[in-house]
């Protein structure tokens, strides 16, 4: 079995649900944005370490990404062909567009990087001039429409790839409906440490991480894994946004096995944990 123990206080929860006593929290739509650049000759990764006090997910280094604001549904671009990326993510074209959005404002939110410019052919090469609308997009009083609208710009679709989709396991609390995205970092743009939810970011190699995690030195969950471990292949950002991607939703579930609580795995995901 490719299973991950949990913790002793999983056990009744999974019983509850498997005996219908307990109905699991329907999940979250939400978007991830991998980051991507070169740095001498080698493919390199965006990564923030999510603060103790998140109450998902504490200490796990994560990619920026977060949960689609019903306000992402206001941007509409004449011409973006929405049903395309629905087709890709198994969704209907108001939510592929939805989640789009939520992957270019939370990329600007969490890491300063601005996935728009003044056409469809170009891009914001500083987003410091940015910062009161990204601190207006943190506090909900601005929308992305709204900002980009106001500065005149552009969302720029076409740099994001779609790379992944995971659903938290329904033994979880708080469930998410996650699509992953790749991009690479605009030429001109830095990412930074900006994000209320993170007290630290690095930017590094998808192979320098996995061992870190082997040698415990970093946390990450499943998705962050296998997204790292598909990444190995690649040796620049090039080759990354040219690849084809092909993949599957996967959904990790939680059963009892001899009296003790797993999480069972997709393969890809569990010889990364020794499971």
């Given at each position: 079995?490719?299973?991950?123990?949990?913790?002793?206080?999983?056990?009744?929860?999974?019983?509850?649900?498997?005996?219908?006593?307990?109905?699991?929290?329907?999940?979250?739509?939400?978007?991830?944005?991998?980051?991507?650049?070169?740095?001498?000759?080698?493919?390199?990764?965006?990564?923030?370490?999510?603060?103790?006090?998140?109450?998902?997910?504490?200490?796990?280094?994560?990619?920026?990404?977060?949960?689609?604001?019903?306000?992402?549904?206001?941007?509409?671009?004449?011409?973006?062909?929405?049903?395309?990326?629905?087709?890709?993510?198994?969704?209907?074209?108001?939510?592929?567009?939805?989640?789009?959005?939520?992957?270019?404002?939370?990329?600007?939110?969490e890491a300063h990087v601005l996935l728009a410019g003044p056409s469809s052919d170009e891009i914001v090469e500083d987003t410091a001039p940015f910062e009161a609308d990204r601190l207006a997009l943190l506090d909900r009083s601005q929308s992305l429409a709204g900002m980009l609208e106001k500065h005149g710009l552009v969302l720029r679709a076409d740099l994001l790839r779609p790379w992944g989709h995971w659903i938290t396991p329904t033994v979880e609390t708080k469930r998410y409906d996650t699509r992953f995205f790749v991009a690479a970092l605009p030429e001109g743009q830095r990412a930074l440490d900006v994000s209320t939810e993170a007290d630290t970011v690095v930017w590094i190699r998808p192979q320098d991480a996995l061992a870190q995690v082997k040698a415990g030195e970093m946390f990450m969950l499943p998705p962050t894994l296998t997204t790292l471990n598909d990444l190995l292949p690649f040796g620049s950002v090039a080759e990354?946004?040219?690849?084809?991607?092909?993949?599957?939703?996967?959904?990790?579930?939680?059963?009892?096995?001899?009296?003790?609580?797993?999480?069972?795995?997709?393969e890809e995901a569990a010889h990364r944990y020794g499971a």
């Amino acid at each position: 079995m490719n299973g991950l123990r949990l913790p002793e206080e999983f056990l009744e929860r999974i019983q509850d649900y498997e005996a219908g006593r307990r109905q699991p929290p329907v999940p979250r739509h939400a978007s991830t944005v991998v980051l991507l650049r070169d740095r001498d000759g080698c493919l390199e990764v965006f990564m923030l370490r999510r603060v103790s006090s998140m109450a998902f997910a504490p200490g796990a280094y994560v990619f920026p990404g977060g949960g689609v604001d019903p306000r992402d549904s206001e941007y509409d671009q004449p011409g973006a062909d929405w049903e395309a990326w629905g087709g890709v993510f198994g969704a209907d074209a108001r939510l592929a567009r939805e989640l789009v959005c939520a992957a270019v404002r939370e990329t600007f939110e969490e890491a300063h990087v601005l996935l728009a410019g003044p056409s469809s052919d170009e891009i914001v090469e500083d987003t410091a001039p940015f910062e009161a609308d990204r601190l207006a997009l943190l506090d909900r009083s601005q929308s992305l429409a709204g900002m980009l609208e106001k500065h005149g710009l552009v969302l720029r679709a076409d740099l994001l790839r779609p790379w992944g989709h995971w659903i938290t396991p329904t033994v979880e609390t708080k469930r998410y409906d996650t699509r992953f995205f790749v991009a690479a970092l605009p030429e001109g743009q830095r990412a930074l440490d900006v994000s209320t939810e993170a007290d630290t970011v690095v930017w590094i190699r998808p192979q320098d991480a996995l061992a870190q995690v082997k040698a415990g030195e970093m946390f990450m969950l499943p998705p962050t894994l296998t997204t790292l471990n598909d990444l190995l292949p690649f040796g620049s950002v090039a080759e990354v946004l040219a690849h084809e991607r092909k993949f599957t939703v996967h959904e990790p579930t939680a059963k009892v096995v001899d009296g003790v609580p797993y999480l069972v795995l997709p393969e890809e995901a569990a010889h990364r944990y020794g499971a």
